[in-house]
Every structure is written in structure tokens, then in C-alpha cells.
């Protein structure tokens, strides 16, 4: 009998962690893939580092990743979608937090390590109570 409590204290624990996620990565990833780039030079100094182009495509897999842990939620595909997204989310941060450690920046690779713990706790914890 406790199993299912257990099980829906669970679910609601991973959908707080989701929507936290989705709205952190869809404001980061939407920024990064529609604001100028002489913004985005200004506020993120890491940009100076790429081209454009590839800038623009870690905005749009941030926003596709933040679209991917929240709308499968509400139809019956999340089993696999949401692990898959939080997967790729997890995937980038090990990418941020290489570049942030290789820039020398402390504090941005605290939140690449942490954004990455929720996301493969995300993987985790969808696929063990799917």
C-alpha cells in the first residue's frame, strides 16, 4: 500500500524538478537562439568563444530540450520523450561546464553541475518510475 504513495510523491517530485527545468532552459536556450549577438556578447562572455551559428543551434536544442520535458507530460508519450530530453540537457551541460572550466569561470560551472545533477535525476527517475 505504500508503494503507490511513494510512487505519486515521486511523480509529483519529478514534475516540480521538470518545469523548474523547462523554464530555466527555455529562457537560456530561447535567448541564446533570438537575441542579437552583440547582446548576447555583452551578457554571456563565453559567446565570444563560438560562431554564431553554433550559438544559435545550443539555443534552439536548449528550447527543443525545455519543450521536452514539459508538453509530452500531457499526452501518453512521456515514457520516452522525457527521459530523452532530460538525456540531451544533461549532455549539454557536460559541454558548458568543459567550456566554463576551460574558461576559468567558477561559479558558471556550479550551475552546469548542478543544472546537470536535476537533469539526470530527470532520466533517472522517469525511467525507474515509468
Given at each position: 500500500m505504500t508503494q503507490p504513495c511513494k510512487t505519486n510523491f515521486m511523480n509529483i517530485i519529478l514534475w516540480i524538478i521538470?518545469?523548474?527545468?523547462?523554464?530555466?532552459?527555455i529562457t537560456l536556450g530561447l535567448?541564446?537562439?533570438v537575441v542579437p549577438m552583440e547582446t548576447l556578447r555583452k551578457a554571456?562572455?563565453?559567446v565570444n568563444d563560438f560562431e554564431p551559428r553554433k550559438v544559435r543551434i545550443?539555443?534552439?536544442?536548449?528550447t527543443l530540450g525545455a519543450?521536452?520535458?514539459?508538453f509530452p507530460g500531457l499526452y501518453a508519450i512521456h515514457e520516452l520523450i522525457i527521459p530523452l530530453a532530460a538525456s540531451g540537457l544533461a549532455i549539454?551541460?557536460?559541454f558548458a561546464a568543459i567550456t566554463n572550466f576551460n574558461r576559468g569561470e567558477r561559479n558558471e560551472l556550479i550551475t552546469n553541475i548542478v543544472l546537470f545533477?536535476?537533469?539526470?535525476?530527470?532520466?533517472v527517475g522517469r525511467l525507474a518510475f515509468a
Open positions: 521538470q518545469i523548474l527545468l523547462a523554464a530555466i532552459f535567448a541564446k537562439a554571456m562572455d563565453w545550443i539555443g534552439i536544442l536548449e519543450l521536452g520535458l514539459f549539454l551541460m557536460i545533477i536535476l537533469a539526470s535525476f530527470i532520466v
